[in-house]
C-alpha cells in the first residue's frame, strides 16, 4: 500500500507540473516582474497598477496592430534565486517584453535568461549603474537615472550649494544604498573641496545607532550624506535629533517618498534627498495620477511614473516595430521619441533613457519641495 | 586617548545593555525553570511595542497626549505581552514538557516565526512610526551628549524594573516557589508547588519585562515592525548566554557586556561589524568559561 | 610490587573530590583484584556515584589518584582522562538512571558499546569496505551473543525504549560488556526490580564474572543481593570511607549499622 | 458539553488576544484609524473551532501515548523491510526522475525543469542537514553559512582562477568541510542550546562579511556573470542548460542518498545516533564525542559546500541575501518535518516546503504563517516527522554463526 501512496504522490506531482497555462495564440505577451509580497513589495507593487492601467487603456482602445495585450505577472520577492525561476517562467511561456525587475540584484540574475532568449527588459527602478553602464546586457533598458548621477548630483550640492567641508557618509550596506555612498564618496574626493572624515555602513534593522552618531559628532562632520533607505535614515534623524546632533542630512531617492515622511515624521523636516525630477506638471503625468486615485482612491506609490512610461515605450517600441522582433524593437526603443509620464523619451545606445534626471528635493512643513 | 568621547560611548553602550538585559532576563528566566530557549520571547517583546504603538495611536488621534498616552499605552502593552507569553507557552510549549530537548526548541522557532507574520499580516509588513512618548526634560539638556532624555527614562525604568524583580523573586511566595522550581523542578512538585503555575508565571513575568523594553525601545527609535522582535531577541538571548544562562544576575550582567562591547566596537572600529563583535564575543566567552560569566558550572546528574 | 595470588586491577588512592565548597568524597581508598565482585554501599547522598564517575571520568576528582593495571595491559593513572578513554582501556559502567539510547534498537544498542574495540571509517563506510563488512559481521554477532547471554536476543529488533523496565537494566550490562572491560562497575542494577527479577540478575551477575573473566564492582542498595554475591564491601558515609570487609565482618560493624540506623536494613 | 464550553472560553479569549492587532489599524499619514471589527469574527470562530478539535486530539494522544507500548511498525519500515518491494519503489521513483525534464518540457519550456533544480539543490541541503541535526543530534542554526561557503567558492575560483565547474564542485565541498572543521573545533563541546546560539552567530557573522568585505566577495551587489556548467566545451542554450543542471544536481540527491544511507547504518552512524540520544552513556561507552561530532558537522557542511557550487553555477549569480537566517531556518525545517533522521521524509519535505510555495503563489502571504504553525503542530502531535525514521535489521543466524552481511535496509 506504501507503493500507492507513493505513486500518487508522484501522479499528483506530475499532474501540478504538467498543468502549463494553454498558449493563448496572438496576444503580445507583456511580462510584469517585480516584488509583490515581502519586505519590499512596496516598491514592486505600484509597478504592476502601472501596468494594468496601460494595458487596460490599450486594449480598451482595440490594442496594438489589431492583438491584444496580455499582462504576465510574476512576483520575484527582490529575491535574485527566486528572479531567476519567474524569468524562465515568462520565457517559457513565451513572453515578448518585460518590464522588470524591480531591485537591481534580481534584475542582475535574471536579465541573462532574457538575454539568452533574446527579450527586451525595461525596468522602472533599477539604478545600478553597470546594469547599462557596463555594456554586458544589450537588452535591458531603464526608464530611471543611475545611482552614479544622483550620487554626483548629492556630492555637487553637498560642496557646492552647502559648502560642506567635512563630510560623513553611511551606508545601508545594501546594493543601492552602498552603491550610491560609493559614488558620493568618489566624487567628493575627486572634487577636492570637501573631506570624507567618516565612512561606514551599519547594520540594518540594528536596534541602535547612537555609537555610529557619537562618532559623527566625534569626526566634527558638518554633513551627513546617507545611502540607503527610509527606516535606517529616520531612525539615525530621530536619534541625531535627540542627541541634539544638527547636520544637514542628504539621502538618494529612496528616501524620496511618502515612507520615509509617515515615519521620520517632524524629524524629516529640512532633509535634503535627491529624487527624478519633477514631473508632475506633465499633463500625461497629472492625468495618469488622476486616474489612479479615481481607481485606488490614493496616490500611487515609489516608480509609479516609471512604470507608466516603461510600459508606455515599450508598447509604442512594439507598434512602431510592427512586431515583437528583438532587432526590431531595439532599433525602435532608440530611435522613436514617445510621450509618456517621465517626459518625451527614447534610450540612448546603453539603455539609459535619454531626458530623465535628479533633481534635490527638501522636506518642508512635510512636504518634498524641489530645491531650485 | 579621547575621554569625551568613550564617555559618550560607554553611555550608549549602558543605556543599550540595559535594554538588552530587560529582554535577556526574560530568556534567562524561562531557562532556569525548564532549560527551554523561549524563542519566540523576542515576539513578544515586538508584539509589545505594537500595542502600544495602537493605544497610543488610537489615543493621540483621539485628542489624548502626554503622560496619559504613555502610562495607558504601556499598561496595555504589558497587558498584551503577558497574555500572549501565557499562551505561548500553554500552546506551544506545556504539550512538550517531557519530548526530547530539540522538539520544544524547534517549536519554539515555529512560533517565532508564526507570530511574525501574524503581525505582519494583520497589522503591516513597512515601518511604522512610533510616536515620541517621552517629553524632552528641560534639567538634561546639560548633559543631552551623553544621555538623552529618553536614555534617562530607559535607565530609570529599567533599574526599577529590575530591583521589582529582585524583590518579587527572594521575597515572595511566587518568587520563592520560582527559585525552589529552579533548583530541582520534580523535588518542587513532591513538596507541594504548583509547577504549571510556576512556569506560567515565570513567562508572564519574562513577558511583561519584554513588553516594558518594547515601548521604551520604540519610543526612542521612533519606529517599529513586524521584524524587530527577531533581531532584539537574539541579542538579547545572546546577552543571557553570556552572562550564563538561568542566572538571573547573569542576564543583567550580560545584556550590559553586550552593549557595552558593541558600542566600543562600532564607535573605535566600524558599525559595520557591529554584529560579528556580538557574536565573536559570546564564541570566545563561552570557550573560556564554557557556562557563561556568572553561570556556575552545572555538574550534570547522572 | 607484584601480587603474586591475585593481581590488582583498580587502585584508588586519596580520592577527594570538591564541588564548590562541597567536599563530596573525602580521600578514599579502594582497591580490586582481578575475578572479585566487591560491592561499594552506604546510605543515600554519601558520595558512592559520584565516587564512579569520578573513576570513570566523567568528573575529574580534586585530587587523589586513580590508576589502573590491566591484566597484560601498562598500569597507569587515569584521572582526568576522558570517558571513552577509559572505556576503551577497559573499564566499563552502567547508569543508575538508566541510560539507554531509546530511539536504536536493542541489538544496535549493544553494537554502540563494540565502538571503541572497532575501526571503520567514514571512508570504509561509504565504500563498504572488506574491514567494514567484516567488522559488521563481527559485531553483530558479538552484540547478539551478549544478548544471548542477558536473556534479550528474542527483543533484538525492538527499539530499547519499549523494553520492560528489568529488561532495560539487563540490556546497560550488555552493552558495557560489549566493550570488552576488565573490570564492570554497576551502578544500583537492581534498583526498581522486582524480587523475581533481581534474583535473576543476582544469578546472571555471578555467570558473568565466572565467563567473562572479568571483576565487577557494583553500588547496590539491595542488602540480600549485596551479602549474597559480594566478595568484599566498602561502606560510605558522607564522602568518607567507614569500613571495609567482608560481608560478614560488615554486617557486624559498629560504624556501619550505626551509619543505617533508621534506614531500612535488608538483611 | 466541557469540551464545549471549554472551546467557547478558548474563543472568547483569542478574540481578546487578537484584539488590538487584527481589529485596529492606525494610518499615521492620513490619522486615521480602521476598525475591522469583521476580523473578530473570523478569529472567534476559527479559534472555537480550533480549540474543539485540538482537545480532541490531545485527548487521542494521550490515549495513543498510555496503550501503544509497542510502537507499530509505521509503513516506510514496513517498506524497508521488504527488499523486493522497496527495490521495486525506489526503480520506478528513480525513472521518474530520470524521464523528468522531458516530461514537462516541450520546445522553450524549461520553467518546470528550474524550479525542480532549485527544489533539488534544497533536497540535499536538507539531507546534509540531516547528517548534523538528524543524526547527530547538532542544532545547527547557521547551516545556510556552508551553502554560501559552497557558492562564493566557486565563484570566485572561476573568476579568478578561470577554474571550470567540475574541478570547483569537490573543491567547494571541501571548502565546506574545512570551514566546518574550523567552526567546529571550538564549539562542538558547548552544550546543545549554546551551541544553536553559536550557529546562528556564525550564519550571521558569514552574511555580514560578505556583505562588507566588497573586494573580495562584491558586497551586497553579490557576483554575477558566473559561468554554467561545461559539458565538454558544448554549447548549450537556455533549456539545455538547466537540463543539464537537472541531471548534475539529481546526480548529487542519489550520491547524498547513498551516502548517508550507508554512513546511517554504520559504526559511524551509530556513534552519531547515540550522541544524539545520550551523550554521557555514548562517551561512556566508549565514543570519542569530539571527534564524532566533529565528524557529523563536517560531513554536513561539506554537502551545504558541494551543493552550494550548483546553485551557484546554476543561477549564475549570488549575492548574500540567499544566505539568511530564514534559509537556514528552512532547512531545519525540512529535516523536522520530513522526520529526523529518516532520508525519505527529508526528500518529502524538501520537495513539498520548495515546490508547493511555487505553485501556490496565491498564498505566498500566509506561507509563513502557516509554515511557523506547521513546525510547531508537528512538534506536538507527530515529532518523528512525516516519515519516521526506519532502523535497519540485521541477519543473524545463532546456529551456524554466519551473518549480518544483511545489506537489504539499503536503498
Not at chain 3, 538508566?98 to 572497532?118: Q, S
Not at chain 4, 485596529?24 to 476559527?46: F, H, I, K, P
Request: hydrophobic letters at 50%; aromatic letters at 8%; glycine letters at 10%.
Amino acid at each position: 500500500m506504501q507503493k500507492t501512496t507513493l505513486v500518487k504522490f508522484l501522479a499528483a506531482l506530475l499532474v501540478t507540473a504538467l498543468a502549463v497555462p494553454a498558449l493563448a495564440a496572438d496576444t503580445i505577451k507583456l511580462g510584469v516582474a517585480g516584488a509583490h509580497s515581502g519586505d519590499l513589495a512596496a516598491y514592486g507593487l505600484p509597478t504592476k497598477d502601472a501596468a494594468e492601467m496601460v494595458v487596460a487603456e490599450i486594449n480598451a482602445k482595440g490594442g496594438i496592430n489589431g492583438k491584444k495585450v496580455e499582462l504576465m505577472i510574476v512576483d520575484d520577492q527582490c529575491k535574485p534565486e527566486i528572479a531567476t525561476n519567474v524569468a524562465t517562467k515568462l520565457v517559457s511561456e513565451g513572453v515578448n517584453i518585460v518590464i522588470g525587475h524591480i531591485c537591481s540584484g534580481a534584475t542582475k540574475a535574471a536579465i541573462g535568461i532574457y538575454k539568452g532568449a533574446k527579450i527586451i527588459a525595461i525596468s522602472p527602478s533599477a539604478t545600478n549603474p553597470p546594469l547599462t553602464k557596463s555594456g554586458e546586457y544589450a537588452n535591458f533598458y531603464r526608464t530611471i537615472a543611475a545611482d552614479d548621477d544622483q550620487a554626483l548630483l548629492a556630492a555637487a550640492f553637498a560642496t557646492d550649494t552647502l559648502k560642506a567641508k567635512k563630510i560623513a557618509i553611511l551606508h545601508d550596506k545594501g546594493d543601492y544604498g552602498k552603491g550610491f555612498a560609493d559614488f558620493a564618496k568618489a566624487a567628493i574626493e575627486q572634487g577636492g573641496k570637501a573631506k570624507v572624515v567618516m565612512y561606514e555602513g551599519i547594520q540594518p534593522g540594528a536596534m541602535d545607532y547612537s555609537a555610529v552618531i557619537q562618532k559623527l559628532r566625534n569626526e566634527g562632520a558638518d554633513l551627513l550624506i546617507f545611502g540607503g533607505y527610509h527606516p535606517e535614515a529616520s531612525k539615525l534623524l530621530s536619534l541625531m535629533n535627540k542627541k541634539k546632533i544638527k547636520v544637514p542630512f542628504i539621502g538618494p531617492d529612496g528616501l524620496k517618498g511618502d515612507g520615509f515622511l509617515k515615519i521620520a515624521g517632524k524629524d524629516a523636516e529640512g532633509v535634503y534627498a535627491t529624487g527624478p525630477k519633477d514631473v508632475s506638471k506633465l499633463p500625461l503625468n497629472t492625468k495618469a495620477h488622476a486616474d489612479y486615485k479615481a481607481k485606488y482612491g490614493k496616490e500611487p506609490g515609489t516608480f509609479f511614473d516609471q512604470a507608466m512610461a516603461a510600459t508606455v515605450a515599450a508598447l509604442n517600441a512594439v507598434k512602431v516595430a510592427g512586431g515583437t522582433d528583438y532587432d526590431a524593437l531595439t532599433r525602435a526603443l532608440k530611435t522613436s521619441l514617445v510621450d509618456t509620464t517621465i517626459g518625451k523619451i527614447k534610450f540612448d545606445a546603453k539603455g539609459d533613457a535619454e531626458g530623465v534626471g535628479f533633481s534635490v528635493y527638501q522636506v518642508k512643513n512635510g512636504a518634498f519641495v524641489e530645491v531650485k | 586617548m579621547d575621554f569625551q568621547y568613550l564617555f559618550e560611548l560607554l553611555c550608549g553602550g549602558i543605556v543599550k545593555g540595559s535594554i538588552y538585559a530587560l529582554i535577556a532576563l526574560g530568556y534567562t528566566m524561562v531557562y532556569g525553570i525548564i532549560q527551554l530557549i523561549n524563542f519566540a520571547h523576542g515576539e513578544v517583546y515586538m508584539i509589545g511595542a505594537f500595542v502600544a504603538f495602537i493605544v497610543a495611536g488610537v489615543m493621540t488621534l483621539s485628542g489624548y497626549s502626554g503622560l496619559t498616552v504613555l502610562l495607558l499605552a504601556a499598561v496595555v502593552a504589558v497587558i498584551y505581552s503577558a497574555a500572549y507569553g501565557y499562551t505561548l507557552e500553554k500552546i506551544a510549549y506545556r504539550p512538550l514538557r517531557n519530548a526530547p530537548r530539540l522538539s520544544p526548541l524547534i517549536s519554539a522557532i515555529g512560533a517565532s516565526i508564526f507570530l511574525m507574520n501574524y503581525v505582519q499580516l494583520a497589522q503591516t509588513p513597512d515601518f511604522l512610526p512610533f510616536p515620541e512618548l517621552v517629553p524632552e526634560f528641560e534639567f538634561m539638556a546639560p548633559i543631552e551628549r551623553y544621555l538623552s532624555s529618553a536614555d534617562l527614562v530607559i535607565l530609570i525604568v529599567t533599574t526599577l524594573t529590575m530591583a521589582a524583580l529582585t524583590v518579587l523573586i527572594k521575597y515572595t511566595r511566587i518568587g520563592k516557589a520560582m527559585r525552589a522550581t529552579q533548583q530541582d523542578l520534580v523535588m518542587a512538585r513532591l513538596v507541594g508547588i504548583n509547577v504549571d503555575r510556576v512556569i506560567s508565571a515565570t513567562f508572564i513575568i519574562g513577558s511583561v519585562l519584554a513588553a516594558i523594553a518594547g515601548v521604551l525601545i520604540a519610543s526612542r527609535t521612533g519606529q517599529i515592525n513586524a521584524a524587530i522582535g527577531f533581531v532584539a531577541g537574539i541579542k538579547a538571548f545572546t546577552a543571557a548566554v553570556l552572562g550564563g544562562i538561568g542566572n538571573v544576575p547573569g542576564a543583567v550582567l550580560g545584556g550590559l557586556v553586550l552593549g557595552i562591547a558593541e558600542t566600543l566596537g562600532a564607535g573605535y572600529i566600524s558599525s559595520a561589524y557591529e554584529d560579528v563583535f556580538a557574536f565573536a564575543l559570546l564564541v570566545l566567552i563561552l570557550i573560556l568559561r564554557p557556562a557563561g560569566l556568572l553561570g556556575k558550572a552545572v555538574k550534570q546528574k547522572v | 610490587m607484584a601480587e603474586n595470588k591475585r593481581s590488582k586491577l583498580l587502585e584508588v588512592r586519596g580520592l577527594t573530590m570538591d564541588f564548590g565548597g562541597l567536599r563530596a568524597i573525602d580521600s578514599v581508598d579502594l582497591d580490586i583484584f582481578a575475578g572479585e565482585i566487591v560491592a561499594l554501599i552506604g546510605p543515600n547522598g554519601a558520595g558512592k556515584t559520584t565516587f564512579f564517575n569520578c573513576v570513570t571520568g566523567i568528573y575529574e576528582p580534586t585530587a587523589g589518584d586513580v590508576l589502573i593495571h590491566p591484566p597484560g595491559g601498562v598500569s597507569r593513572r587515569i584521572n582526568g582522562m576522558k570517558p571513552n578513554r577509559i572505556t576503551a582501556l577497559g573499564m566499563a559502567r552502567t547508569f543508575q538512571n538508566i541510560r539507554l539510547f531509546p530511539a536504536m534498537t536493542v541489538l544496535e544498542n549493544v553494537m554502540i558499546g563494540r565502538h571503541c574495540r572497532t575501526a571503520t571509517t567514514i571512508i570504509d563506510a561509504i565504500l563498504r569496505s572488506r574491514r567494514a563488512v567484516r567488522e559488521e559481521r563481527e559485531t553483530v554477532d558479538q552484540s547478539y551473543r551478549l544478548l544471548e547471554k542477558v536473556g534479550l536476543a528474542d527483543s533484538a529488533d525492538e527499539f530499547a525504549r519499549n523494553l520492560a523496565y528489568g529488561a532495560q537494566r539487563r540490556l546497560e550490562i550488555a552493552r558495557a560488556l560489549a566493550t570488552d572491560p576488565f573490570l564492570l562497575l554497576l551502578d544500583e542494577p537492581a534498583a526498581g526490580m522486582n524480587p523475581q527479577e533481581t534474583s535473576e540478575l543476582d544469578e546472571l551477575i555471578v555467570r558473568i564474572r565466572a565467563e567473562e573473566q572479568l571483576a565487577i564492582l557494583l553500588i547496590e542498595h539491595d542488602m540480600k543481593l549485596v551479602m549474597n554475591i559480594s566478595d568484599r564491601i566498602y561502606v560510605m558515609e558522607y564522602g568518607k570511607e567507614i569500613a571495609q570487609g567482608t560481608p560478614r565482618e560488615i554486617k557486624e560493624n559498629k560504624k556501619v549499622i550505626e551509619a543505617y540506623l533508621g534506614e531500612e536494613v535488608h538483611a | 458539553m466541557a469540551h464545549l464550553k471549554r472551546s467557547f472560553g478558548i474563543g472568547l479569549w483569542f478574540m481578546f488576544l487578537t484584539l488590538p492587532l487584527v481589529v485596529v489599524r492606525v494610518n499615521t499619514l492620513s490619522q486615521e484609524v480602521q476598525w475591522r471589527w469583521s476580523n473578530l469574527l473570523w478569529v472567534g470562530v476559527g479559534a472555537f473551532a480550533i480549540a474543539w478539535f485540538w482537545q480532541f486530539s490531545i485527548n487521542r494522544r494521550a490515549a495513543g501515548r498510555a496503550s501503544t507500548v509497542a510502537d507499530k511498525p509505521s509503513l516506510a519500515q514496513r517498506l524497508a523491510d521488504d527488499p523486493v518491494l522497496s527495490r521495486r519503489v525506489l526503480l520506478g521513483a528513480a525513472a521518474v526522475a530520470i524521464v523528468f525534464p522531458w516530461l514537462v518540457s516541450t520546445g522553450q519550456n524549461f520553467y518546470h525543469v528550474n524550479v525542480m533544480v532549485s527544489a533539488l539543490i534544497f533536497v540535499v541541503l536538507g539531507l546534509g542537514l540531516n547528517i548534523t541535526v538528524g543524526l547527530a543530534g547538532l542544532l545547527d542554526l547557521g547551516y545556510i553559512a556552508f551553502f554560501a561557503v559552497g557558492a562564493y567558492t566557486y565563484a570566485l575560483l572561476s573568476k579568478n582562477f578561470d577554474l571550470g565547474f567540475w574541478t570547483c564542485l569537490p573543491l567547494g565541498g571541501l571548502m565546506g568541510m574545512l570551514f566546518g572543521v574550523i567552526l567546529g573545533f571550538p564549539i562542538l563541546r558547548l552544550r546543545g542550546d549554546y551551541l544553536a546560539i553559536v550557529t546562528l552567530g556564525f550564519g550571521a557573522i558569514t552574511k555580514i562579511v560578505l556583505e562588507n568585505w566588497d573586494t573580495l566577495f562584491g558586497g551586497a551587489a553579490g557576483l554575477a556573470n558566473i559561468p554554467r556548467p561545461e559539458l565538454f566545451g558544448l554549447l548549450l542554450d537556455g533549456r539545455q542548460k538547466s537540463v543539464y543542471s537537472y541531471y548534475i544536481v539529481l546526480a548529487l540527491v542519489a550520491l547524498t542518498i547513498f551516502v548517508t544511507n550507508r554512513l546511517k547504518n554504520s559504526r559511524i552512524g551509530h556513534a552519531w545516533m547515540a550522541l544524539r540520544e545520550d551523550e554521557i552513556a555514548s562517551v561512556a561507552m566508549g565514543v570519542d564525542m569530539a571527534r564524532t561530532k566533529l565528524s557529523a558537522y563536517a560531513l554536513g557542511a561539506f554537502w551545504a559546500g558541494l551543493v552550494g557550487v550548483v546553485f551557484a553555477a546554476h543561477n549564475n549569480f549570488i549575492n548574500p541575501d540567499s544566505f539568511t537566517f530564514m534559509d537556514s531556518a528552512m532547512v531545519l525545517a525540512m529535516v523536522v518535518l520530513g522526520g529526523m533522521g529518516s532520508i525519505l521524509g527529508v526528500i518529502i519535505a524538501a520537495l513539498a516546503l520548495k515546490l508547493l510555495p511555487e505553485y501556490l503563489r496565491a498564498f505566498a502571504e500566509y506561507r509563513m504563517l502557516v509554515f511557523g504553525a506547521v513546525m510547531v503542530l508537528m512538534m506536538i502531535f507527530r515529532p518523528q516527522g512525516l516519515i519516521s525514521d526506519t532502523r535497519r535489521k540485521y541477519d543473524y543466524d545463532g546456529a551456524d554463526g554466519a551473518n549480518g552481511e544483511g545489506d537489504h535496509g539499503g536503498k
